[in-house]
């Protein structure tokens, strides 16, 4: 059986999607979010939604929901293993915080992604992201 490594350049990509996919989130940029995914892509956690339209449809009804509220993600502890040469499973901690602008955020939540990461057109996707929250029984 062959062992693959993630290069030294794919984890700083796969960084970067990590940090895009926060960032498009925060900021309520739906079509920046959906496009961290593969075109058949899927979000699961205490939703589930699948495919490019659908997460685009998503994220515009949560940054809407937020009304005058701020949102920040940090993710940590990010694990890459190379399953081949086109896919890789991460994992990771998350830990977010809401706030009001002028004011100091709170955290609002913490949890656990399970990812699977696809090579597409020489970048980087999500194929499959699972968040668990902590504190959450299912």
Known sequence: MKKFSVTPAEYVEILNLYS?????????DAEWYASCFTKDGEQHGTYDVTGRAALVEYKKKDFAGRAHLYRRHWNGSIHLEKIDADTIRGRCYLFGYNGKPGKLPHATHAGVYTDTIKRVGGGWKFAERRLAFDGVLK
């Open 20 to 28: 895009a996919y926060n960032l498009a989130s925060d900021a309520g």
